[in-house]
């Protein structure tokens, strides 16, 4: 079983930055994308980046340009560095790790809160 902590999130002005981290502990089986999600009231939770074994990344047009996802694979950390925050960013970001034989875990969620 997987267990997923996130931390980071916060209360930040627009234009400031977050970094949000997710550490994985228990039995992780290689390869395994680690990802960020993000869930608004009421919406449907939302792919915000993802980050392969190997290291490539997607991201949502939305963030592109101003989000960074990274990973420690030794560590089995992935982080969101979020820069230029808006408003709209204001949601609840969750850590998904898939690994391999398509197992799914998220994490509890940290709340992101951006002020106008």
């Known amino acids: 079983q997987v267990q997923l902590v996130e931390s980071g999130g916060g209360l930040v002005q627009t234009g400031g930055s977050l970094r949000l981290s997710c550490a994985a502990s228990g039995r992780i089986f290689s390869p395994y994308t680690m990802s960020w999600y993000r869930q608004t009231p009421g919406a449907q939770r939302e792919l915000v980046a993802a980050?392969?074994?190997?290291?490539?990344?997607n991201y949502a047009d939305s963030v592109k340009g101003r989000f960074t996802i990274s990973r420690d694979n030794g560590a089995r950390t992935v982080y969101l560095q979020m820069n230029s925050l808006k408003p709209e960013d204001t949601a609840v970001y969750y850590c998904?790790?898939?690994?391999?034989?398509?197992?799914?875990?998220w994490g509890q969620g940290t709340q992101v809160t951006v002020s106008s």
């Open positions: 980050i392969a074994s190997g290291g490539s990344t």
């Open positions: 998904k790790v898939v690994g391999a034989g398509l197992v799914v875990s």
